[in-house]
């Protein structure tokens, strides 16, 4: 089985900064493309950033300039740098990744970690 855990979220001023990961553990031969996506009361899901096994990365425009993903293959952990937090930043934010564990590639969600930023 494969698990992915959260960690790192809380409540932050506006203004302030965070930094979540997450760390896969478990039968793991490789882990493609693994990513950040939010979810706000009353809101779909939506994508953060995401970064390839390479390092190419991709983020949503609300984000773009203030956060930051990043990842360790050695450790498999993905990591999201959150900079110039907004009210609106406010979400339960899940971790994703593509892994694969031989012959095939799998979808995994982690439970989420809660970031509300608020004064």
């Known amino acids: 089985q494969v698990q992915l855990v959260e960690s790192g979220g809380g409540l932050v001023q506006p203004g302030g900064s965070l930094r979540l990961s997450c760390a896969a553990s478990g039968s793991i031969f490789s882990i493609n493309l693994m990513g950040w996506y939010r979810q706000a009361p009353g809101k779909q899901r939506e994508l953060v950033a995401t970064i390839t096994s390479g390092g190419s990365t991709n983020y949503a425009d609300s984000v773009k300039g203030r956060f930051t993903i990043s990842r360790d293959n050695a450790k498999n952990t993905l990591y999201l740098q959150m900079n110039s937090l907004k009210p609106e930043d406010t979400a339960n934010y899940y971790c994703?990744?593509?892994?694969?564990?031989?012959?095939?590639?799998?979808?995994?969600w982690g439970q989420g970690t809660q970031v509300t930023v608020a004064s």
């Open positions: 994703n990744a593509h892994i694969r564990r031989l012959p095939n590639i799998y979808t995994y």
